[in-house]
């Protein structure tokens, strides 16, 4: 059965608008491609630093930039916004202000990578499928009860919505009417299992009806498209007009993570269809087409992004080996003593390196 | 000075908690309108507004994790979990979330959150209602677990809880939420987590045993001649390893009772405890009285299961003679 829900699209392919699409300056526009290419570049150079062995397992967002840097745009930045993410939020979070060598500490394996959680109101990745979704609706039933205006994001793929505790948090957020904006980036994968097979729903964000609210579909390459709905979803929770459920279709251009292959689960041609849709390139044509774009822009741009890139890289390849009392040291406010003898038992044992 | 039973005196906790601290909220399946099942939340949402204390949608995963984001976000809940034998949607959200946050934010992220919820047997009640699973929690590093056996324990304990900069599962035995009533005072005061309270002095044996188990340690005392040492843990984790330590070097032989089921219960790791750190002071192995390794069986069935002060007589009575 279908259930409608509304889809919105401005952006072509070929950078054409459509209208209704919201006003966007150049210097809008500028930012929100900004964000895309540095969160392209930082992504491409954790993926050389995991191949190098320099970083861990690491979840690409290549093709996902688009959703995710007008998300961003779309909160002012003296919001009391929080972000929730799940593993994939690379370019939100780095748009959001959330330092790339922290990012890259995260995913090189070192809990400091997520030690600024509240300076930036930016949680850290969420590895259990879903069940971040909680916290976001945790934080917006607060903001609502404590009085504060403001609202909580949670991030969450296609997959993830299968899960009992995104019916669990979307129910929560509902029966509260809680400042909450859920996000679906439906990149069309959990990891091998195509959307089509992850259920009989007919949309994603239809899920949203049997919650009571609002439940929207966007194209996610298109941030024109991403910033409208985003923008809209925000002010109406800051408004006290609950929450809103968003579906932002778009597509996983790499693997899963770098331990995955996705050559294993689908079609090159397939891949190649979704290049066209490239949310950089289409907002890049279309920038050019308006003329706030040409191609010294974009050498300076990515010469500067890159630049900032190697920064915090160098950054991150500076941070210091953690010591082993650092494992004992953050497990409780105070440590109960059993603790502190198997602590000092380690540090004698490690040479208290 | 008023006589309660352990109901009335974490009810109390709550007035007093919440009082003195408007970050103080609590909810759960029922706990707002009804008071919760047992009525520990009784009165809240009446003195406090529906915005400290209410009823939350049927969900045990979307209680704690909204829990931990409220945590996040500044307040202290105190979250019903309604039996602990439902705990288990929420197993997702105390193990990986409110336990780690802390630890994995290097300290940027705390979650100050009590997750109470009624355990043990010995009620007559349905499947699901009667399991004592509380070593699967204390094998979880990041989370404290407490479990009180007096209604003035009760009180102090919740209240020390709540306070409690971590998350903290605090289980209630459901067996003892009405059997005795005693003074406890109306005012405020908390009884520090990780302390073991001796409840009686002996110098034969030393009997350890927290929550539903306590009563059955007294009554297995009263019809022994042997001098017996009672320890109430209090405080699974972390025990206080000392207090245990100290009267096992006192008494040379030690018994540890608990509803749990044997392997891998909590009383294996006080019994390995007790031979790494005093083993020249045993005069006899350290026992323990346990339920069987088996489901817990259906109330028809459920004295064979349930530790009683027969089983601990008995073994008690052979420690003396070892």
Avoid at chain 1, 3 to 11: A, E, G, K, N
Avoid at chain 1, 101 to 108: I, K, T
Avoid at chain 1, 229 to 249: L, Q, R, S
Wanted: some cysteine.
């Amino acid at each position: 059965m279908n259930i409608d829900v509304p889809y919105t699209s401005f952006l072509d392919i070929d950078g054409n608008l459509k209208e209704g699409a919201p006003q966007l300056s150049h210097d809008d526009l500028k930012t929100i491609y900004w964000h895309m290419n540095l969160g392209r570049i930082c992504n491409a150079k954790i993926l050389s630093m995991q191949k190098q062995g320099r970083i861990g397992t690491y979840a690409s967002t290549l093709g996902q930039e688009g959703c995710q840097a007008a998300l961003a745009h779309a909160i002012k930045d003296n919001d009391n916004i929080w972000l929730v993410p799940s593993f994939r939020e690379s370019v939100a979070t780095i748009a959001r202000g959330y330092p790339m060598e922290q990012l890259m500490r995260y995913w090189g394996g070192f809990e400091i990578g997520s030690n600024q959680t509240r300076e930036f109101k930016v949680m850290p990745v969420n590895i259990p499928i879903a069940s971040q979704l909680n916290h976001a609706a945790g934080i917006a039933i607060s903001m609502k009860f404590k009085g504060e205006k403001g609202a909580a994001i949670g991030f969450v793929g296609d997959g993830g919505t299968s899960e009992g505790e995104f019916a669990e948090a979307m129910n929560f957020v509902g029966e509260f009417k809680a400042p909450a904006v859920f996000v679906c980036q439906n990149n069309q994968y959990a990891i091998s299992v195509p959307r089509k097979k992850q259920t009989a729903a007919s949309t994603i964000a239809q899920k949203a009806t049997a919650f009571g609210f609002e439940g929207v579909q966007v194209d996610g390459n298109d941030v024109f498209a991403c910033y409208k709905i985003i923008k809209d979803a925000i002010e109406k929770a800051m408004n006290g007009g609950g929450p809103t459920f968003v579906e932002a279709i778009t597509y996983r251009l790499d693997n899963h993570t770098t331990a995955d292959d996705w050559h294993k689960y689908r079609t090159e041609e397939e891949v190649n269809e979704w290049k066209k849709k490239d949310p950089i390139e289409r907002l890049k044509k279309h920038m050019m087409q308006i003329g706030c774009w040409d191609d010294q822009h974009e050498q300076h741009m990515l010469e500067d992004a890159k630049k900032k890139v190697e920064e915090a890289a160098k950054a991150y390849e500076g941070t210091p080996k953690p010591k082993v009392e650092e494992i004992f040291d953050h497990l409780y406010a105070k440590l109960p003593y059993h603790i502190q003898e198997q602590k000092d038992h380690f540090v004698k044992f490690w040479g208290g390196q | 000075m008023t006589e309660r039973n352990m109901v009335q005196a974490l009810n109390n906790a709550f007035f007093i908690a919440m009082e003195r601290d408007p970050t103080v909220i609590t909810y759960g399946e029922d706990v707002g309108v009804d008071g919760g099942v047992f009525r520990v939340t009784d009165g809240l949402q009446a003195k406090f507004g529906d915005q400290r204390s209410f009823d939350s949608p049927l969900a045990e995963a979307g209680i704690v994790g909204s829990a931990i984001g409220m945590a996040v976000n500044g307040l202290k809940p105190v979250v019903e979990m309604q039996f602990s034998g439902f705990i288990y949607p929420a197993f997702q959200q105390i193990v990986s979330h409110a336990a780690r946050l802390r630890n994995r934010t290097r300290g940027d992220i705390t979650i100050p959150l009590v997750i109470r919820s009624p355990y043990g047997g010995g009620i007559n009640a349905l499947e699901h209602h009667s399991e004592s699973l509380e070593a699967l929690y204390v094998h979880i590093p990041g989370l404290k677990v407490v479990i009180p056996s007096s209604p003035y324990d009760a009180k102090g304990l919740l209240i020390a809880a709540i306070e409690d900069p971590d998350p903290v599962l605090f289980l209630e035995p459901k067996r003892l939420y009405r059997a005795v009533k005693q003074e406890v005072p109306d005012d405020y005061y908390t009884i520090p987590l990780g302390q073991a309270k001796v409840m009686k002095e002996g110098k034969d044996i030393t009997i350890i045993a927290w929550g539903g188990m306590v009563p059955v340690a007294e009554d297995a005392i009263s019809q022994v001649k042997a001098e017996c040492e009672l320890i109430d843990l209090r405080t699974i984790d972390p025990w206080d390893k000392k207090t245990i330590i100290d009267s096992v070097k006192k008494t040379g032989k030690c018994i540890i009772i608990h509803e749990a089921t044997k392997t891998g219960g909590f009383g294996a790791e006080i019994a390995a405890t007790l031979q790494e750190e005093c083993i020249f002071n045993l005069d006899a192995p350290v026992a323990r009285v346990t339920a069987p390794d088996v489901i817990v069986p259906y109330f028809k069935a459920e004295h064979y299961y349930r530790p009683n002060a027969d089983m601990l007589v008995k073994k008690i009575n052979e420690l003396l003679n070892f």
